[in-house]
């Protein structure tokens, strides 16, 4: 039950973080360092588990990009150069390709679909690359 709550705490406070006065984008290690120590009881909602686990997704892709930018291969997606983007706002991109999009096969995606393909494809969709 402990484990559960520390998961809790822990996403609770990354979502203070996305949502609060800082801008969204990578969790600081000072940051990390005062939470997730934090074991006050925070009530944390499946929407904002949710946003914070597809930022999160969404961050891991940037991350990903550039990664393989400066190892000299193609970017996989060329977002502006300081995008921020908060959960609210990558969930909102991906129902919207959840609702209208479809999977390679050109049907609408089956439920075991990775929702981190989805992004991927969110991401190619959104901040397409010059060709």
Known sequence: ???????????????????????????????????????????????????????????????????????GARPLFCPPANLQMRGADAVKLLDTELTSGTGADGKPYPGDTNIEDVMLKVAQKQWPCAR
């Open 1 to 71: 039950m402990k484990h559960v709550v520390r998961i809790a705490t822990l996403a609770a406070a990354a979502a203070a973080l996305a949502l609060g006065a800082a801008p969204a984008g990578a969790i600081k290690l000072e940051n990390y360092q005062k939470y997730r120590l934090d074991s006050r009881n925070v009530q944390a909602t499946f929407k904002s588990l949710i946003e914070v686990r597809i930022e999160g997704v969404l961050q891991g892709l940037f991350i990903a990009n550039r990664a393989a930018v400066a190892a």
